[in-house]
């Protein structure tokens, strides 16, 4: 069954006409990122050519998907719009609160107990307003995505950074935060700067040792990460057509990582026999004969040059398998150079883990890949050498490996199973000792590599690579192990040379699956009743924000100064804070723990300017809410580079901080900050970072006369008795600023 296939068809039905009209009024080639944004504009005869990079353009998505986390406070904004039913297809997701510790089924039965408030309350708000629902152990949100929910030339939105998955068959899919989704939800147009494109030429054909995986690796040792910030990166060329369609989705996917707005490949046969594989064959045959409406202008191919705003080259036959990291998914390695890199740097050689699966790198052909190095293996009388982990992207591929024989594989080499769903990747990896952060390194096929990511302990030094990179060297047990030429000794003390790993993009004998964990939503759900305890420790109904008095932001304390990176992650931590995902008043007091203070190079210590003492970032931040007292965050570059996670902006807002001003913001971020009603503010010369002093004291001027493309001014005032301004940018238009006005945007929609 093809769930949501009214809207599918009718999509289909209009899309030829919409794209030939939108050829009309453009009048040049197109590219495929572009026919997708312009035929899904709210109001389709406001079209014109967009400046890119400038114009905020108003969108009217398809779907929206949100995980299990973000969910949460989604749907109480949701709830405060007073809607009886979401306006287009809407699913959640449970995947992100499984905590991974002894192996799936465990596991999945203590998260049933633990987590029960929260899963009953995601599923009576689903059936309630018309939200397809998936239980937790149905899969990887992006998964599940990529294999019921995606279709080419669509558009969705999702709470999470990693929904641009779906860009694998064709979608542009874009993370945003929760108030984002509102929109979308209650009908209204969802707004987005309309974005710069990066096309990326693929020629030559992946061989050997080389995969999919490695060709995002590689964009981001090449775009880093803020590289692909307001860009849409498209890829093409005959070597992107050779690539599967999952794989296609793991370049997507990790798109996310160089800040990119989505990825997206166009239409080809790869894509078509990946819908029919996965019972989506009609999809596909609309797709076959409107084959020019899915795929880009062929002008744009020849030329791309001239219809991209950057181009990069890859020769995919040349390219090296790389690995990424540590603490950061763009420091690429080719794999050649790695073992040297390994001991110049000090990073320590043996592997304590090597983990494989993910949202992005559980495909069908990523476990066969992996299972080919683990037959070796097996035949050879070589096991693990470290703990090792498998974590299935899905039920349907769980199901479907198990029933291949895959997972017993895995087991016979010392493989632990973990359930389908986040774990590890983002923070809930209950890792024996490594509460006392021990220096060590892992290597995972995930995405992102932050400090602290996966298991909380900082001194982690966390390597990005493709599953059979993991997988061979989880064998080794060593960082200056190189697959391609080195040996392995087996337990009889012979050299065994692991021959190149091969994979089956499809399996054989069709995917298969008893229950994958969907629930689909009541048709009247207007007698759901919702049930919050008052007294609940994990769900809160919040308040709507204040909205702006009108005037100046005067006296405003510094609260921290934030030296060097400053992710989601460190704003709003996930790991064991993922319990408060739906409590706005407990999470808080993560605000900003992770960040580093400028001052004294420590996390969770900044200066109370009333009391002189040094003390956590969110009590100093509390104490000053108590008197009334107005605070400033100032930050470095990519500020909330990484996820869409909204809390990053609801927090500080919460908790009284009226502006956050940095070198430069990461897209999603900066987004969610205005959406919150907050001050998102950068730094005209970045040189005035420099000018700002742990005890001043800070005015924002020129509120009253608050306008698109007019600059704001600070002043510092320092306790030397001198003063100092200077001005500062934004990035507002005037919606925006209406957002900021009544304190969210939230408040507009009531």
Known sequence: MILDIDMLRKHYATF??????????????????????????????????????????????????????????????FMQARKNKVAVPTTVHCDHLILAQVGAQIDLESALETNKEVYDFLESVSNKYGIGFWKPGAGIIHQVILENYAFPGGMMIGTDSHTVNAGGLGMIAIGVGGADAVDVMVGMPWELKFPKLIGIKLTGKLSGWTSAKDVILKVAGILTVKGGTGYILEYFGDGAKSIS???????????????????????????????????????ADYCNSMFECVTADEEVYQNPYKYFDQVIEINLSELEPHINGPFTPDLAHPISKFADEVKKNGWPIELSAGLIGSCTNSSYEDITRSISIVKQAIDNKLSAKCEFTITPGSEMIRYTIERDGFIDMFRQIGGVVLANACGPCIGQWKRLNAQDQEKNSIITSFNRNFAKRNDGNPNTHAFVASPEIVTAFALAGRLDFNPLKDALINDDGDKVYLKEPDGIELPPRGFEVIENGYKAPAEDGSNQEIIINPNSERLQIIPPFEKWDGNDFIGLKLLIKVKGKCTTDHISMAGPWLRYRGHLDNISNNTLIGAVNFFNDKTNCVKNQITGEYDEVPKVQRYYKSLGIGSIVVGDENYGEGSSREHAAMQPRYLGIKAILVKSFARIHETNLKKQGMLALTFIDKNDYDKILEDDTIDIVGLKEFAPNKPLTVVLHHTDGTSESFEVAHSYNAQQIEWFKAGSALNLIK
């Open 245 to 283: 369609a999952t794989g296609k989705g793991t370049i997507c996917n990790m798109g996310a990582e160089i800040g990119a707005t989505t990825s997206i490949f166009g239409y080809d046969e790869k894509m078509s026999e990946y819908l029919v594989a996965t019972g989506r064959k009609e999809i």
């Open 16 to 77: 030829a006409e919409k794209i030939k009209f939108v050829k009309s009024k453009i009048n040049r080639p197109l590219t495929l990122a572009e026919k997708i944004l312009y035929s899904h504009l709210f109001d389709l005869n406001s079209i014109r050519e967009f400046e890119r990079g400038v114009d905020y353009v108003e969108f009217a998505p398809d779907r929206v998907a949100m995980q299990d986390a973000t969910a949460q406070m989604a749907l109480l904004q």
